[in-house]
């Protein structure tokens, strides 16, 4: 192995206080257990690259657990403890995260499986990760405090802008590293290295992709997703990989897609001065990324995108009526019930996203128009103001009230008398005969 040790120091000097106290103190405890203990991965990325990370995966050469209890014991965090994998998380105000792990071997029984783990000690621990850049560990035993441990390259590699891997098998033993690859790319404006990028053609050429889990594809697509100012680099290479294809075939993603699906963010900050009400995000990102996919294959791309049942059916709906939408409001006049009526059905999320993929700017204004003045219009009287008003119920209850509401969202009335008067005028003219 060919193992580089530097002197960090003053890169650790540079850290907040706290977080600074929190790694001398988890080397501190490692010395009473008499453990090595090491802080590894994205932290110590994030502090070469300078940028604020305060997720701290801890790793011993010993017992994780118990280096938990006793690091916890001094700064009381809210500890959890999981025995069967020998790991322990400790959150700490401020979104400090502290995960501790006993040095593990990992190994996989078959491709793409969970993988098997064994104790071992830090290189090994290191060796079983995915990319060079994400394999650095910095000693934090007072004896070497601060002393990096590179046993791959990953300083280079930073310096040189790659994302490489540390063995050929990495993407066929686990796929999931070909979206990360594609992530941690377009994150750091960084060039995945020419062989590992070999190493995911093969891995998807070998079908591995299709080996993963529905909920493990969900995911990742869902963390390049949310990575919105980087989103058209990340796009364009899962496009390039041909990843979108081999999720699904129908699942076509060109550049008007990847332009729309970036330009969701300005779409929802727009939406946020309309509405107080929270929206989900990444629901309009999805439903604008599978846009251009056959209206038959909606619901089967979906599924494989968002786990909820119910959640994929109303989604399936506004997208199938997406098109029908924008032809009713891409007139420039609309009376206020017809724009009522063919918004009404459609979620917040479904209505940002047609706010953002029509570009039509009156289909855009009247969604405004929509949500500011017409969506929180609702009818005041029920079933038993008919009632007392000595109506027989029958289907006749449904004609007053669509006719009362009609009359509400155009303005016509507006408050509890006026339903009531507009009922009753409405009874008498349809038992008139008009
Ligand atoms: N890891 C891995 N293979 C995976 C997932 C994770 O080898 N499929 C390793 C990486 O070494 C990574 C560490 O586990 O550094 C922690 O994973 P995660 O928290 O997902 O990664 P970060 O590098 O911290 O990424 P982010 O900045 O997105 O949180």
Redesign the pocket.
């Known amino acids: 192995n060919d193992e580089r040790i530097y002197q960090c120091s003053e890169s650790i000097d540079r850290l907040p206080s706290k977080i600074k106290s929190l790694l001398l103190l988890a080397g501190e405890v490692g010395d009473e257990l008499n453990q090595k203990v090491y802080i ?4 110590v ?2 502090l070469l690259l300078k940028t604020d ?1 305060w ?1 701290l ?1 801890f790793v011993t050469e010993g017992d994780g657990i118990e280096l938990a209890r006793q690091l916890n014991h001094k700064i009381g965090g809210k500890l959890t403890i999981h025995e069967k994998f020998g790991t322990a998380v400790i959150k700490l105000p401020q979104f400090i995260s502290i995960d501790i792990v006993t040095a593990r071997r990992e190994y996989y029984e078959y491709p793409a499986a969970l993988p098997k783990v064994e104790r071992s000690n830090i290189w090994s621990d290191l060796f ?4 060079t850049i ?2 650095m560990a910095i000693a934090l035993n007072q004896d070497n405090f601060g002393e990096m441990i590179d046993y791959f390259g990953g300083m280079k590699d930073l310096q040189d802008k790659q994302i490489r891997v540390l063995y050929n098998l990495s993407f066929i033993e ?1 796929p ?2 070909i979206f ?1 690859a594609i ?2 790319a377009a ?1 750091f404006n960084f060039t995945i290295e020419k062989s590992t990028c070999q190493y995911i053609e093969q891995a998807i050429s070998a079908n591995m992709l299709e080996k993963l889990s529905n909920d493990r594809i969900r995911e990742e697509i869902i ?1 390049i997703i949310r990575e919105q100012d980087v989103l058209d680099k990340s796009l364009q290479m899962l496009n390039s990989f041909k990843i979108f294809k081999s999720l699904d075939p129908s699942l076509t993603i060109n550049s008007m897609v990847i332009r729309k699906v970036k330009n969701v963010r300005f779409s929802l900050e727009g939406f946020r001065q309309l509405s107080s009400k929270p929206f989900n995000q990444t629901i309009v990102m999805l439903m604008q990324l599978i846009s251009e996919v056959d209206t038959d294959k909606i619901s089967e791309v979906l599924k494989k995108l968002i786990a909820n049942e119910t959640l994929v059916n109303s989604i399936t709906q506004s997208m199938v009526k997406r098109r029908s939408v924008y032809e009713i409001l891409s007139q420039e006049e609309v009376d206020r019930y017809t724009i009522y009526t063919a918004l009404k059905p459609h979620s917040d999320e479904a209505l940002i996203f047609f706010y953002n993929d029509s570009e039509n700017p009156y289909v855009r204004h009247y969604i405004a128009f929509y949500k500011l003045k017409l969506s929180s219009i609702h009818i005041k009287i029920t079933g038993k103001d008919l009632q007392e008003m000595g109506i027989k119920p029958g289907p006749i209850y449904k004609m007053i009230m669509d006719s009362v509401l009609k009359a509400k969202v155009l303005g016509t009335i507006y408050d509890r008398n006026g339903e009531l008067e507009f009922a009753k005028q409405k009874y008498h003219r349809i038992k008139g005969g008009n």
């Open positions: 590894v991965g994205g932290f990325r994030d990370n997720d995966d079983r990760r995915d990319f994400n394999c686990d999931t590293r990360r992530r941690f994150r963390h």
